[in-house]
């Protein structure tokens, strides 16, 4: 029992440090998916949506904490106990997930590692066994060190997590795991190569032969059956290959798909704001300056929001705006930068540089 507590704390303390610190990296990210859960369509709590940075912050500042304190053995029935009603929700939450299919991916390693929600649920059943391994065997975890040493480290561990949650808030995340971190194209992330996996799916024909209903299955080719046709489902067996860029687009207020055109630009500006009513007052500040700049240097400058005409038009008459504003989704805006406005420079399609509007200064034209 000894061993399997040390290898359980060691396994199960490392996984939580990881994961929290992943996230930790990307607390807003974290957030959305938070709202996602608290949507209408999967656990129907709205009136928690407006506070799931809160949560986010707590909760991964939590995480990290509790592995920090099991490895170095603070606080043992605290730390087991914390660990066990955590799991026991985030089990229940994943299994409810992949049964009823309501989120694609649970965020528990953010954009570094996408889980399916039925690898999730696997991985918190794995998770789970090794805490109630911890739970029976809890006189075996000791401290590592003297009473004053895990103090210290215990406190340390909590303050260096909110000092990561501050930082990546007030700026950009330390690592970014997503397709538009700087270096990639935008364009070919969007493009899918000659010889990649098609998508599977089976089709379920229902036809009625003799009087008795039958079901065939097919690649998507019309059976060749003596009877009566009912009705056909379908399910995705394999999604194959998957862009990494999905549901960016550059469009007009007259609906005209702009895309490539603006990502053959070879100097171009983007300011990104997902929600023009919520972008913060003193990031709208500090865009005309920058705009300004930037034009006279001879960039193409444009705004990408999810907001609608009489916002854009609202936005740029309080602030002197210059430039126009073209409608992109909101989900693929809240992906590409995790500011609210973001800036990124462009070279056909190519993303040089990405700024949070605290480090506007910081853009070099």
Partial sequence: MKALVSISRILVGVLFIISGLIKLNDPLGFSYKLQEYFSVDVLNIPSLEPYALIFSVLVVVFEVVLG?????????????????????????????????????????????????????????????????????????????????????????????????????????????????KIGNNILEGMSTPENAPKPIVEYYWKFKVNGEEKIITTDGSYPEVDGDYVDVDSKVIDEGYKPPVVDFSIEDSEGDNLTEQFLSEENLIIIVSYNLEKMEKAGAEK??????????????????????????????????????????????????VRSNPGILELDKGTIKQKVHWNDIDELKL
């Fill in 68 to 180: 920090v304190f099991l490895i170095i053995g603070y606080k043992p029935k605290f730390t087991v106990w914390s660990l066990l009603l955590m799991i026991v929700f985030f089990t229940f939450l994943t299994f409810y997930s992949a049964y009823f299919d309501k989120v694609k991916d649970c965020g528990c390693f953010g954009d570094a590692l996408k889980l399916t929600p039925w690898e999730s649920f696997t991985k918190d059943v794995v998770l789970l066994v090794l805490i109630l391994i911890l739970f029976f065997g809890i006189k075996h975890v000791k401290p590592v060190f003297s009473n004053l040493q895990t103090t210290i480290l215990a406190l340390l561990s909590f303050i260096f997590s909110f000092w990561l949650a501050y930082h990546v808030l007030m700026h950009l995340p330390v690592v970014d795991f997503r397709a538009y």
């Fill in 287 to 336: 865009l005309k300056a920058m705009s300004d700049q930037a034009i006279k240097k001879g960039y193409k400058v444009i705004g990408l929001t999810a907001s609608g005409e009489d916002d854009k038009q609202k936005i740029n008459k309080l602030y002197k705006l210059n430039f126009n504003w073209y409608l992109c989704d909101e989900k693929a805006l809240k992906t590409v």
